[in-house]
């Protein structure tokens, strides 16, 4: 079952790709760099969920690197 919950994420990953590629133009390379790398990570975190759904978000993570520095600024 899991994997055609991953096989729909990647097809709906490749249509988000052609679509946003076919707007940019060949000279927008920093723009196609983004967007290649926001959709390979964004890829990534959701086979990484879809696979195990228990792992921890980002937000998670975010309130683990930051909490110690909410707390030195307390005092």
């Known amino acids: 079952m899991k994997v055609w919950l991953v096989i729909g994420m990647l097809i709906m990953v ?3 790709w052609w679509y946003e590629w076919s ?5 927008q390379r920093k723009e ?3 967007v290649a790398i926001l959709l390979g990570l964004g890829m ?4 990484l969920l879809i696979i195990n759904p228990e792992l921890p ?3 998670q ?3 683990a ?11």
């Open 61 to 63: 993570l975010v309130n």
């Open 44 to 47: 990534i975190l959701a086979v």
């Open 14 to 16: 490749g249509l988000i």
């Open 65 to 75: 690197l930051f909490r110690p520095l909410g707390k030195i600024m307390e005092k």
């Open 23 to 27: 707007r940019l133009e060949r000279e």
């Open 57 to 59: 978000g980002p937000t």
């Open 32 to 34: 196609r760099a983004a």
